[in-house]
């Protein structure tokens, strides 16, 4: 039994101690993060803490009519809607997420031609310049919005 042979191993069997390898810090996700608070809680303040469908004031979500990937209008206040849980995700029969098409013909005739056209102009302005320096100025602008007890993100 002591005589057995070891097992031959391979080169690639061989267990490599494992080297953490330390992430560079983004210094724009915190401001970002930060940002992304501010302009869920803006978005409701606007509505008055109220679905802009319905009028429901609890379960509020804010929802990025370009995705929140655009980060053109990712904090553009042009760019949201209050909606319920039900007409942000849930409706089948109307919700910004399962009809999308219904949502964007209802939000056009509800909020005017004009802001359409003023929403696709910031989103197609060219967005790869975000600095630091940049998103702490909007979050300047952003002031501080009331929060209310009702409104969930
Ligand atoms: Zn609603």
């Not at 919700?95 to 999308?100: C, E, I, V």
Request: hydrophobic letters at 30%; a positive charge.
């Amino acid at each position: 039994m002591y005589n057995t042979p070891m097992p031959a191993y391979s080169k690639k069997d061989q267990v490599k101690p494992k080297i953490k390898k330390k992430k560079p810090k983004n210094l724009l996700t915190p401001l970002e993060n930060k940002l992304d608070k501010l302009w869920s809680l803006k978005v409701k303040e606007l509505a008055g803490y109220a679905c802009e469908y319905c009028g429901k004031d609890t379960t509020l979500n804010s929802h990025h009519i370009y995705s929140r990937s655009k980060k053109s209008v990712r904090w553009c206040l042009l760019n949201g809607v209050c909606l319920c849980v039900s007409h942000h995700t849930f409706s089948s029969t109307f919700s910004a997420h399962k009809t999308p098409a219904e949502f964007i013909d209802w939000i056009e005739l509800n909020r005017g031609v004009t802001w359409l056209i003023g929403l696709k102009t910031e989103a197609n302005k060219i967005s790869d310049k975000i600095t630091v320096e940049y998103l702490q100025d909007l979050i300047d602008a952003y002031g501080s919005p009331k929060k209310k007890v009702h409104s969930e993100d």
